[in-house]
């Protein structure tokens, strides 16, 4: 794992995690990545919101994106201005249909285990995006409202 | 019966592993979770409650989720699961007043 960080301007704070694909490293990235949010996100519910979400991403980039293989290598990149906290999670797999992505949650009836990531993310994080067929999480939380 | 009292997180890995197995383990069929001291819970740990809650239906048992945090109620609103699961407000003394056989046990999750 690394992990590097840059002021890029006065109000602009921007770093990287490179981690192995698997559930050990991403823990202990994730707990990385809060701590350098932590510093710069005095808002404590909005800080939740992005620790749930980042969870959902990160966890998702290990289990779908890389079967949780050590040998596959995430990247996730965090991005911090005086407006917005926007996180790019980019995993080395093939990614998937977004337009059929939908959690069954809505109807209240979801008894699986799975099936609520993605609906978390969209309802913590002001916008949530796919690109590179579904392999590029982008997640952006406002820092303001 | 018996109590789980979980403190920490309930998240993928080790923290929800560690709930499954002590919740799994137990032979009763009704389960109390108390939430109360969770900060943190995430889809897997969400998901992990409605496994325990059907697990214990199909045993003819109960899961309660006592106390949640306002982080679990808030994220168990938006999955829309406080109309799955059994929700209830236990005072500290309720459960074992009404259960001479109570077992209490603490779950400590990160």
Do not use: W
């Not at chain 1, 890029?8 to 704070?13: A, G, N, S």
């Not at chain 1, 309802?123 to 409202?145: A, C, F, I, Q, W």
């Not at chain 2, 032979?27 to 992990?48: K, T």
Request: glycine share 8%; proline share 2%.
């Amino acid at each position: 794992m690394s992990g590097s960080g840059q002021s890029l301007e006065h109000e602009t704070l921007a770093s990287e995690f490179v981690f192995t694909g698997d559930l050990a490293a991403m823990i202990a990235v994730r707990d990385r990545i809060m701590d350098f949010l932590h510093e710069h996100c005095a808002d404590e519910q909005k800080e939740t919101d992005i620790m749930i979400a980042l969870q959902e991403g990160l966890a998702n980039a290990v289990l779908h994106g890389s079967r949780n293989d050590p040998s596959k290598i995430i990247r996730c990149a965090v991005d911090i201005t005086p407006e917005a906290i926007t996180i790019v999670i980019r995993d080395p797999g093939q990614g998937f249909d977004t337009a059929v992505a939908t959690d069954s949650v809505d109807d209240g009836t979801n008894l699986t285990q799975h099936g609520r990531g993605i609906h978390l993310m969209r309802s913590l994080m002001d916008e949530v995006s796919y690109r590179h067929g579904g392999s590029e999480l982008h997640l952006k939380k406002l820092r303001t409202g | 019966m018996v109590k789980l009292l979980c403190s920490g997180r309930i998240v993928l890995g080790v923290e929800a592993e560690t709930l499954r197995c002590m919740a799994t383990s137990r032979l009763e069929r009704r389960v109390v979770v108390d939430l109360q001291q969770i900060h943190a819970i995430d889809a897997a740990g969400l998901g992990l409650l409605v496994e325990l809650h059907c697990r214990a239906r199909q045993r003819a048992g109960m899961l309660t989720v006592a106390n949640p945090s306002p982080c679990v109620r808030r994220l168990m609103a938006l999955t829309h699961l406080e109309s799955v699961l059994q929700v209830a407000a236990f005072a500290a003394t309720d459960v074992a007043e009404s259960a001479d056989d109570e077992d209490e046990r603490r779950v400590m999750t990160a």
